[in-house]
């Protein structure tokens, strides 16, 4: 009787366990959902780079290209007008108009960045709008300068701290860069119109810790002529502020000129340096910088070339002077939200001896103020700007206006379009 009573007891028991279990696991809240995978990193183009306040898409389309690995496709179209007070000659003798409304960028750029073999392209429309310079719209500029695929170039990495580029490169002279939506500003300013902007050739970079180093061999200034070297030294502080000492100088006589609007012949066989600081600090970037360059006297042995441009022709004599310009800037930009801000630039240059390097007549000068506000949202943006640019001691017929005796302009100009 007592073996009956204590089985009896422990089915109890067990049914009651059982209960409680059950009704433990009605009352208990539902488990919770596996957590939805994390959004994969941004990964905007690493090239061509591009200078706050705008930002590239973070991103951007990624295709399986299959034997050639992973790419990324981006695309920039921006358009917009420009006003100017009192326009000036063309190179080729034309008179500049008063106002344009053009497309300034109309690009594919594509991208591969993994493995040991990579690459870059760049191509479509584009326009140069620069400070100073009259401006050539985008139908006329691509068969004057660079042409449909302005820079490209395969880069073979060995290992983490060095790489290879070979192709149409990114010059590295200056703190601004070829295109309207890579800088602070629409326009570009007197010193970028000193510098080389795109050059063929090989280029080997190599970085360790808070250095970074570029020695190119290249064209200098689109002249098919290789003689060219340029080299790039960068360190970073621990503030991610960086200062930068660049500089290129022709090792021989550039014989072979592509055109004058890429290849002035006294710049192309000259030197120029830059010392860059740039600082940033909360919603300010500051990036002063210094630029000096030169022209040699070469007498002779360069041969006279003539250039069209409809039925207007262009005598370029192949000779050079010596001379040099001093000169320097201050770019800025503040962000008051992350969608709004104002940049800023202003600039101060000065030539000296008997090359007309600036432009303007032997011994002149000229400064510069730019402001633009801007707006971006996603892949979209729009800007504005106004900018003064003043000269003194021109040579009568090399400044504004359709004589050639004006000292100062005033531009107004807007850009907007989509970085996807």
């Known amino acids: 009787m007592k073996t009956v009573t204590r089985t009896l007891c422990a089915g109890a028991g067990v049914l009651c366990l059982a209960w409680a279990a059950s009704a433990a696991a009605q009352t208990a809240p539902p488990a919770a959902a596996p957590a939805a995978p994390a959004a994969p990193a941004a990964s905007p183009m690493p090239y061509p780079a591009m200078t706050a306040p705008l930002a590239a898409n973070p991103n951007p389309a990624v295709f399986d290209a299959g034997p050639l690995g992973k790419l990324t496709v981006d695309g920039v179209i921006t358009g917009g007008g420009l006003f100017q007070s009192n326009p000036a000659l063309e190179l080729f003798g034309k008179q500049n108009k008063s106002g344009y409304g053009d497309l300034f960028n109309g690009m594919v750029i594509v991208n591969k960045t993994d493995g040991p073999v990579q690459f870059y392209v760049q191509a479509g429309a584009y326009s140069f709008p620069t400070l100073g310079t009259p401006y050539y719209k985008t139908d006329r500029i691509e068969g004057e300068t660079y042409g449909y695929v302005p820079q490209g170039f395969v880069k073979i990495v060995p290992n983490s701290a060095i790489s290879i580029e070979a192709g149409a490169l990114p010059t590295l002279i200056g703190a601004e860069y070829a295109f309207t939506f890579e800088n602070m500003n629409i326009e570009r300013g007197l010193l970028w119109a000193q510098e080389p902007l795109i050059s063929k050739g090989v280029q080997i970079n190599y970085t360790k810790g808070p250095w970074a180093f570029s020695l ?66 909360g919603p300010w970037t500051i990036t002063p910088y210094f630029q000096y360059n030169s022209s040699p006297t070469v007498d002779g042995g360069l041969p006279t070339s003539v250039y069209t441009d409809g039925n207007v022709a262009f005598l370029n004599p192949q000779s050079s002077l010596s001379g040099e310009n001093w000169s320097g800037a201050v770019l800025t930009k503040y962000n008051f939200t992350p969608e709004f801000s104002v940049a800023g630039r202003v600039e101060y240059i000065k030539s000296h001896g008997a090359a007309n390097l600036l432009g303007y007549g032997v011994g002149s000068s000229a400064w510069t103020l730019t402001v633009t506000p801007g707006y971006q949202k996603g892949i979209f943006f729009a800007r504005g700007e106004v900018s003064y640019v003043g000269l003194s001691n021109i040579t009568p017929g090399l400044g504004f206006g359709a004589d050639g005796t004006q000292t100062n302009q005033v531009r107004f100009a807007i850009e907007s379009g989509l970085i996807f």
């Open 216 to 281: 190119a061999v290249t064209d200098g200034y689109y002249s098919d002529t290789f003689t060219a070297v340029s080299g790039l030294v960068t360190y970073t502080f621990k503030n991610s502020d960086t200062l930068t000492f660049a500089g290129e100088g022709n090792a021989g006589i550039a014989r072979s000129v592509s055109n004058p609007l890429v290849t002035p012949i006294q710049q192309n066989n000259g030197q120029i340096y830059n010392i860059i600081y740039s600082h940033t600090q």
